[in-house]
């Protein structure tokens, strides 16, 4: 397989990762099904969410597979009077990443992210590789160090 923009970039900050890769032939692209697919528990797995907050100014929330983000938490960690999911026809334009495919790593520009709380009970997390079909697992401090995250309460209850 070749290496993605989001492996490149974490083999050249020599950060460990372990990279999966699924099919994709059965158009199943959510989260959990990802989880199932690379035989990780969809607590593990997560998905990579942008935003924009009521200043126009977008955000990244990295939460578990199986969980809704809580808009009104990601509004407050935001310092935002509300925050709402950005279109997806916007998704590649502002991230250069498909719907399916978006990593918190290597983004067309760096946003304000945070990563849900849960995150720091696993050795690792699994995050889109960059591409449809690609997951990568590491270790979560060490990608929150490296996009800059912070560790909040992101899910609903």
Same mark, same amino acid.
Request: with cysteine; net charge negative.
């Given at each position: 397989?070749?290496?993605?923009?989001?492996? %490149?970039?974490?083999?050249?900050?020599?950060?460990?990762? %372990?990279?999966?890769?699924?099919?994709?032939?059965?158009?199943?692209?959510?989260?959990?099904?990802?989880?199932?697919?690379?035989?990780?528990?969809?607590?593990?797995?997560?998905?990579?969410?942008?935003?924009?907050?009521?200043?126009?100014?977008?955000?990244?929330?990295?939460?578990?597979?199986?969980?809704?983000?809580? !808009?009104?938490?990601?509004? %407050?960690?935001?310092?935002?009077?509300? #925050?709402?999911? #950005?279109?997806?026809?916007?998704?590649?334009?502002?991230?250069?990443?498909?719907?399916?495919?978006?990593?918190?790593?290597?983004?067309?520009?760096?946003?304000?992210?945070?990563?849900?709380?849960?995150? #720091? !009970?696993?050795?690792?997390?699994?995050?889109?590789?960059?591409?449809?079909?690609?997951?990568?697992?590491?270790?979560?401090?060490?990608?929150?160090?490296?996009?800059?995250?912070?560790?909040?309460?992101?899910?609903?209850?």
């Amino acid at each position: 397989m070749l290496k993605t923009n989001v492996m %490149r970039l974490l083999d050249n900050a020599q950060i460990e990762y %372990r990279m999966y890769e699924y099919s994709v032939e059965d158009g199943l692209l959510d989260a959990l099904s990802i989880a199932r697919k690379i035989g990780e528990a969809s607590e593990q797995v997560f998905k990579t969410l942008v935003t924009v907050g009521a200043s126009k100014e977008h955000f990244v929330f990295v939460i578990p597979a199986g969980c809704e983000l809580d !808009l009104k938490k990601a509004a %407050r960690v935001s310092g935002q009077k509300s #925050i709402e999911m #950005i279109p997806m026809k916007q998704l590649l334009p502002l991230t250069g990443y498909i719907h399916g495919g978006c990593s918190p790593v290597g983004m067309k520009k760096p946003f304000r992210t945070f990563i849900d709380e849960t995150a #720091i !009970l696993y050795d690792y997390i699994c995050v889109s590789g960059g591409k449809v079909g690609t997951n990568v697992a590491i270790h979560p401090e060490r990608l929150a160090d490296f996009v800059g995250a912070e560790f909040v309460d992101l899910i609903k209850e």
